[in-house]
């Protein structure tokens, strides 16, 4: 069984279009985050929540909104894509806070034409 | 910006030799962690350090960490080609329960 799973693996889209990435975990995690990796392999955290409460939010557009319907899940979507959004985005979990490790999702590779 | 600077950015080295990266922070943290990321594919964690420990061991890895200097060093020994990859340092400080990444090492292992 996959821990942390992510929806879809590859999504290309034009520009100007709203799309959605789901994640899900199995693990009992109580946090889960989206991290944005971008050309360069730099990954930055944009939004982190733990028990369906945003913590964490990075300086995003207001284009990305995350959603958590129970701690097991974590959606992003955003709105009116750009080509800059092109990216590797990736879900992650942990137990408590800081102390542990992340488990990361495989990404979702997003191309924006 | 990034919380850490790895060096070196790439690393090659033939199998069976060791493989050392080092990482470089900026602010106090709570801990440290060290990642492998594959072509292609997610992180996966592979040691945290304690910022009060100054080093660990799990099977080929050995990672130290130096608070006075905001350093640390990954060392793989006996590397092999399966451990082809970027590895990237990882802290996490404050209240806030975040990761900050590094800009990552990229090592390849030939035969």
């Known amino acids: 069984d996959t821990a942390v799973s992510q929806t879809p693996k590859y999504l290309v889209t034009q520009m100007g279009n709203d799309k959605s990435i789901k994640c899900e975990q199995n693990l009992g995690h109580d946090t889960m985050y989206w991290y944005k990796q971008d050309s360069k392999k730099f990954l930055k955290i944009m939004f982190s929540y733990n028990n369906k409460e945003l913590i964490i939010n990075e300086t995003v557009p207001n284009r990305f909104s995350p959603k958590s319907p129970d701690k097991a899940h974590l959606n992003l979507h955003i709105n009116s894509l750009e080509l800059g959004d092109s990216a590797v985005y990736f879900c992650?979990?942990?137990?408590?806070?800081?102390?542990?490790?992340?488990?990361f999702g495989s990404g979702t590779r997003l191309t924006v034409v | 910006s990034q919380q850490g600077e790895e060096d070196p950015q790439a690393l090659s080295i033939q199998e069976g030799e060791n493989a050392t990266m080092n990482c470089s922070y900026k602010?106090?943290?709570?801990?440290l962690q060290w990642y492998r990321q594959n072509s292609g594919r997610g992180l996966v964690h592979l040691i945290l350090i304690r910022s009060n420990e100054r080093e660990k061991h799990s099977g080929r890895l050995r990672v130290t960490l130096d608070t006075s200097k905001k350093s640390s060093s990954l060392l793989i020994t006996a590397s092999r080609a399966a451990d082809t990859a970027s590895y990237f340092c990882?802290?996490?400080?404050?209240?806030?329960?975040?990761?900050?990444f590094g800009t990552g090492t990229r090592l390849q292992v030939t035969l």
């Open positions: 990882a802290t996490t400080g404050g209240t806030a329960s975040k990761l900050t």
């Open positions: 992650a979990s942990s137990q408590g806070q800081s102390d542990y490790g992340y488990t």
């Open positions: 602010t106090s943290i709570n801990n």
